[in-house]
């Protein structure tokens, strides 16, 4: 046992270590809780108005381990514990990635890599078109810094991921791709609009 005080803070101090409720544990770089509970869980939850199935698919893990964090009577460690205290300081996250509900038939998802960049909604009968942009950076939205595209900008947009239509050998490419024709909407329906120089691509949503 120590008896210099002195001698004491210097060895917590050269070690990294100090005296927490009568533990020794090693100096702490975040303020971070180290769990959480049942009860804490179920609060965040319906505080956002999502069913356990849905809160499920935005932490990005099954049902069965919501219900079964919410039953618990023991502590619950693990990512979901920054997570939580990230939705009680920002609970606005939720809205921001949330996807909105589909009233038209056309679907256009605008990606990079595995990340969404912009969702676009087309109405091609009545020619309307509604994004939402899920990123910040402009140069990879869909539209850029445009916040409410219409109609031209869209085909203008499905052009831009396309090879074009002056290029050598058209039919013959067609061809390839099996269609008649050239119609932007169709070769990403082939292509997902990928380009050798990017990592952007479309999926179509009918």
């Known amino acids: 046992m120590f008896t210099n005080i002195r001698f004491y803070d210097l060895i917590k101090k050269k ?21 959480t509970t049942a009860k804490e869980i179920k609060q965040i939850r319906k505080e956002l108005h999502l069913t356990q199935k849905e809160f ?14 919410e039953r618990s009577e023991e502590i619950i460690r693990g990512p979901i514990v920054p997570f939580l205290k990230m ?18 038939t056309l679907r256009i998802w605008y990606m990079y ?3 969404v960049c912009t969702l676009i909604d087309v109405n091609e009968q009545e020619q309307k078109v509604k994004i939402k942009n899920y990123i910040d950076k402009v140069m990879f939205r869909a539209f850029g810094s ?4 219409d109609y031209n900008d869209y085909q203008e947009f499905l052009k831009s991921r396309c090879f074009p239509e002056s290029r050598d050998k058209m039919k013959l490419i067609l061809k390839d791709l099996g269609l008649p024709f050239y119609d932007p909407i169709m070769i990403i329906e082939k292509t997902e609009g990928r380009m050798a120089e990017d990592n952007f691509w479309i999926r179509i949503e009918r």
């Open 113 to 115: 890599k595995q990340e």
């Open 146 to 149: 445009v916040e409410n595209p």
């Open 87 to 104: 939705l009680q300081k920002y609970p606005e996250y939720e809205q921001e990635v949330k996807i909105p509900e589909k009233v038209w």
């Open 15 to 35: 070690s990294g270590i100090i005296k927490l409720e009568g533990e020794f544990m090693k100096e702490r770089l975040y303020i971070t809780p180290e769990y």
């Open 56 to 69: 499920a698919e935005f932490i990005n893990c099954s049902k069965p381990t919501v219900e079964r964090w």
